[in-house]
């Protein structure tokens, strides 16, 4: 585990990943304008709370009953909402077909499936593909073979950025005023190995942008290891990320080369210049590496 020099890291306390998904699927201050109180009707919605009656939806969104019923009634009739036998309400369908439209959402998972189930097929691993919104990471794709490693993730599920390794990729790719909103802020702590010290994650970013590769081994369960490489767009610019979870005793150094062979094989898909300037290695292929090639996260064992 990386120990710091530094003066002791700000950090939260230790919560297990079921506690900050309730966290993060809190609520704001009630809405004021007519956008935002539609809106507050949606975001009321969350895993695990993907039923709810007309008075967790107005407790849930800051509204009065009868506003609550007024919006619910549009939304359902613009089929943004659905409403089943017993009164409760759900998504509807048109706000999947709106996803859809996205081009960092299905547009985007799309064109990565074929890549990810190459990558699913050569390491046995948990694949992921997740982008950035705002300090978070964001889920778009999971892939999840029989007898792999337990892992908390879920389509569509977000986590902070500073503890997976497809954050650490688009965290260390982001722009430099959002690296200093993490950094400057309290860092998660899930387990004894996540890394929360500022000094040292900025010393992982660092690495990451270095070798390509970001790996997190025990950040989130100790009893695994993330491996994730960078997705470039038309612009060359990282908008994605690939990753596999496997067990912790698993080699990151011979994951490494799959998925950055499935993240390379995406970003020419997509057109990025850089990409098809590169001749990538086959998927499952194995390279040797020396143990300094690896981030630092990674040769640490945190």
């Known amino acids: 585990m990386i120990r ?28 004021t304008s ?10 009321a919605f969350a895993p695990g709370r993907t039923s709810l009656s007309l008075t967790e939806i107005s407790r849930r969104a800051g509204l009065t009953l009868t506003t609550a019923h007024r919006l619910a009634g549009e939304l359902v009739a613009w089929g ?15 706000v999947l077909e709106l996803a859809a439209l996205s081009p960092r959402g299905l547009e985007l998972r799309e064109n990565a499936l074929p890549f990810l189930e190459d990558l699913l097929e050569a390491t046995h691993g948990n694949v992921h593909l997740s982008i950035r919104d705002n300090l978070e990471v964001v889920y778009v794709e999971t892939l999840r073979p029989r007898g792999a490693v337990e892992v908390f993730s879920r389509l569509g599920g977000r986590w902070p950025m500073h503890a997976v390794g497809t954050g650490l990729v688009l965290l260390a790719h982001a722009d430099a005023e959002v690296q200093e909103r993490v950094l400057q802020a309290p860092l998660q702590r899930f387990t004894e190995k996540t890394v929360t010290d500022p000094h040292v ?71 990025a210049p850089s990409a098809r ?15 300094g090639d690896l981030p630092l996260h990674a040769r640490s064992g945190s």
């Open 34 to 43: 007519a956008a935002g109180r539609l809106l507050a009707v949606l975001h």
């Open 277 to 291: 300037s590169r001749v990538p290695q086959p998927v499952g292929t194995v390279v040797r590496r020396r143990a």
């Open 201 to 271: 994650l900025r010393r992982v970013l660092a690495d990451v942008r270095r070798t390509g590769v970001a790996v997190a081994t025990g950040q989130i369960t100790l009893d695994a290891l993330a491996v994730a490489a960078p997705v470039r767009g038309p612009d060359d610019e990282v908008i994605a990320s690939i990753g596999v979870v496997k067990e912790v005793t698993t080699s990151a150094r011979a994951l490494a080369p799959a998925v950055t062979a499935s993240a390379r094989a995406l970003s020419r898909a997509l057109g």
């Open 80 to 94: 943004a909402l659905e409403r089943d036998s017993e009164g409760r309400y759900r998504i509807g369908i048109w």
């Open 4 to 31: 710091s020099e530094h003066a002791a890291p700000r950090e939260a306390a230790v919560r297990t990943p079921q506690a900050v998904a309730a966290m993060t699927s809190s609520r704001a201050k009630p809405p």
